[in-house]
């Protein structure tokens, strides 16, 4: 079955140390993007990639960091400048084209400090 | 920047209605719009898509209109079902930045029994 992996589901984080969330999809896809997701708040773009070795920055992209070394995976780093990380983040996939198809997402990973 | 707007409140239904809800947006005309649903604890799973240039589409129970005089679309679910109860996410391209989606905060249906 194609689709996007996210792991792990849950992630504790403590102060000042950076954290990795993994990324991967077996869809064949070209976009990757990350969300944030706070309680009573949209989806906010975090980074997107259109292509591997490239990625751009989102609204939120201040104390995170991304890499797109391979089609199938972009991870997404935590870093401890970051202020406050404690959310739902996920990652999704799309065909730049956007047929009629969507985003496909993955299914979170809830980062919690501690 | 684009701004989305969808109800905050709950929408609470009787099993078998109509759900009606609603996305109004401000600014620029996207050349499509999407809905997702997305259960708690879960990722937003895709629905459907509607182009600028298409008034309605229909995906067994579900519709979409896009209306961009109003600058807005609805999104019905009819016969609802208890199973349709989620949050529902509407999204809008983004101009300034291609095949990226803005999303709305999402209207919470409740479908009763």
């Known amino acids: 079955d194609g689709g996007i992996t996210q792991s792990p589901k849950y992630l504790f984080r403590k102060e000042g140390q950076n954290v990795t969330l993994s990324c991967e999809q077996n869809?064949?896809?070209?976009?990757m993007y990350w969300y944030r997701q706070d309680p009573g708040q949209g989806l906010r773009l975090i980074y997107y990639?259109?292509?591997?070795?490239?990625?751009q920055k989102g609204d939120i992209a201040e104390g995170y960091s991304v890499s797109r070394e391979k089609k199938e995976s972009f991870p997404l780093t935590v870093t401890s400048a970051q202020k406050n990380p404690t959310a739902f983040y996920l990652c999704?996939?799309?065909?730049?084209?956007?047929?009629?198809?969507?985003?496909?997402f993955g299914s979170g990973t809830r980062l919690t400090v501690v | 920047s684009q701004k989305i707007e969808q109800n905050s409140e709950a929408l609470n239904i009787q099993e078998g209605k109509t759900a009606t809800l609603t996305c109004n947006y401000t600014n620029y005309s996207p050349a499509y719009l999407q809905w997702y649903r997305q259960d708690p604890g879960r990722g937003p799973v895709f629905l459907l898509l509607?182009?600028?240039?298409?008034k309605e589409k229909r995906k067994e129970r579900l519709k979409v209109t896009f209306d961009t005089t109003l600058k807005q679309s609805l999104f019905h679910i009819t016969a609802s079902q208890p199973a349709d109860s989620a949050t529902y996410l509407c999204a809008l391209e983004d101009v300034r930045r291609y095949s990226t989606l803005t999303f709305g905060k999402g209207t919470m249906l409740l479908v009763s029994p």
């Open positions: 999704a996939s799309s065909d730049l084209a956007l047929t009629n198809y969507g985003y496909t």
């Open positions: 869809l064949n896809h070209d976009a």
């Open positions: 509607i182009r600028e240039n298409e």
């Open positions: 990639s259109q292509i591997v070795n490239d990625f």
